[in-house]
């Protein structure tokens, strides 16, 4: 027994030794052609310093020339050994195999004059916006990157190839986590929903670039530049405007900004998709003189209900977020005919924020101040004649009823924002979380059409009257409000 024993062990070793002496031989002749990506079902083939352009501004992009020969029987037999040895992680270098691809600029699809790039799942498109890197305190010493899209329902893990240097070579992969924000939107028997997919990185470096998919075999349909938000302090109050569409009132916008710049917001965020000619110059103006900025989010979808036209409004909050998660230390996400309004002797959003934390007897400011709204109809006719262009010195009437909250969030300490209220809060946030404010600190005046004429008779019943507003700031809003209607009435703008 001792015997057979022997010559079988010597057979074995005689056999593996010859079999690792093959395998070494067909790595040699792989890699002697040059292909520097395995891919386990064929072999790609890619000429030495074949770099050509993408899609997007000054990214390099290899050429990738699939090769149309099938696998050898000892081809495959390396391929699952391989595949083996990288689930073990196996210490010999030669049998690690990163599947990742070269980005070939044929396969970039686009949508909307290149503002999405698009992700297929499941033969359906998944759209995505952009890519910002978050490393904030919130994450404890984690670093991310975070893609803003819309799309199907999505049940199948995603990956993120990220890209650094010049040569745009894939450094690591990633498993992306994926959190919907935003509503369910149900068009044309579809639903979309809106997404954040957080994907971790491993290494020091901060990528250039991000390609997504669903199969790390499968050819790259996408490449987004990673946006590094500005990490200098520019502004205490910063506004976001959800993705505006359709005509606004000019008057409503003149109105809202000017109450703003007095109570100390520096910087307005707003994300046109299909407006008039008309709001759009106004916007422009306002970004001329540094006050607004602003971002292009056309619904993905074609179309015009509204449901279209709203797809694209979480990515307009987030992204206001994102950018602006160093550069503003608070942001308020709200709409142009809302107004938050201090009440006692608070004469700003600064003042309004400390006399909060007085009350509550906060050790540290809260995360999140959360205020109801009151709202003003606007179609259910005034006693005030004028002026005409403001609604705060002409509507006085509100409902007793309080509606929705708005919010003013710490960029820092909110995960995912949305119209009302911050929308994904962090796991383990460190200090004070949201306070709910009493309406005696402070309210949201939301000047809008009435839904019907039964609200229009509900409001003069109860005859509620609130001049809080025109009181307090009337006669700091009253001249530069008249000035900038002035202005933009000489430019045919109102």
Request: net charge positive; hydrophobic share 35%.
């Amino acid at each position: 027994m001792r015997i057979r024993w022997s010559n079988a062990k010597y057979l074995t070793s005689i056999f593996l030794l010859i079999f690792i002496i093959f395998t070494c031989f067909e790595w040699t002749t792989l890699k002697s052609n040059n292909s520097r990506n395995l891919n386990f079902q064929h072999v790609q083939q890619r000429p030495p310093k074949a770099i050509i352009h993408s899609a997007l501004p000054n990214v390099p992009i290899h050429n990738t020339v699939v090769a149309k020969k099938e696998e050898t029987s000892h081809q495959k037999k390396f391929s699952s050994i391989t595949m083996k040895y990288n689930k073990t992680k196996n210490a010999f270098d030669f049998f690690k195999f990163n599947c990742s691809k070269p980005v070939d600029k044929r396969h970039i699809k686009v949508r909307k004059q290149k503002i999405y790039q698009i992700l297929m799942f499941n033969n359906e498109a998944v759209y995505l916006y952009k890519v910002y890197y978050d490393d904030r305190k919130s994450h404890w010493g984690r670093k991310y990157i975070q893609i803003l899209a819309v799309g199907p329902k999505i049940n199948k893990t995603i990956y993120a190839d990220l890209w650094f240097g010049k040569n745009v070579m894939s450094k690591s992969v990633s498993s992306c986590s994926i959190t919907k924000h935003g509503r369910d939107s149900n068009i044309t028997s579809k639903i979309f929903l809106q997404y954040f997919f957080s994907c971790e990185i491993k290494d020091n470096d901060i990528p250039k670039y991000v390609s997504l998919s669903f199969d790390r075999c499968a050819p790259r349909s996408n490449l987004l530049h990673v946006e590094v938000p500005d990490r200098k302090w520019k502004h205490k109050f910063a506004i976001c405007i959800e993705t505006s569409y359709g005509h606004i009132d000019p008057s409503v916008i003149i109105e809202f900004v000017e109450y703003n710049k007095l109570m100390g917001v520096t910087s307005i965020s707003v994300y046109p998709s299909q407006i008039s000619t008309n709001n759009r110059k106004v916007f422009q103006q306002y970004e001329k003189e540094g006050i607004m900025s602003i971002s292009e989010t056309p619904s993905p979808l074609e179309g015009d209900s509204w449901k279209i036209l709203t797809l694209s409004s979480p990515i307009s909050f987030n992204d206001c977020m994102l950018r602006q998660m160093y550069s503003a230390e608070y942001i308020i996400p709200i709409d142009f005919d809302e107004i938050l309004v201090p009440r006692l002797s608070a004469k700003n959003y600064s003042a309004l924020l400390n006399d909060i934390d007085s009350t509550y007897r906060a050790k540290e400011p809260f995360s999140i101040y959360s205020f109801r709204t009151f709202i003003f109809f606007t179609t259910c006719g005034s006693k005030i004649q004028n002026p005409k262009f403001s609604n705060i010195f002409r509507f006085v009437h509100r409902l007793k009823r309080f509606g929705h909250l708005k919010s003013i969030v710490n960029p820092r300490k909110c995960l995912s924002v949305y119209n009302h209220y911050c929308k994904v809060n962090f796991k383990h946030l460190k200090g004070p979380g949201g306070v709910s404010v009493d309406t005696s600190l402070a309210s949201v005046h939301h000047y809008r059409k009435s839904w019907s004429q039964n609200f229009c008779k509900l409001l003069y019943s109860e005859n509620t009257i609130d001049t809080l507003c025109k009181d307090k700031f009337g006669k700091m809003l009253s001249k530069p409000l008249q000035d900038k209607y002035n202005m933009f009435k000489r430019l045919h703008l109102v």
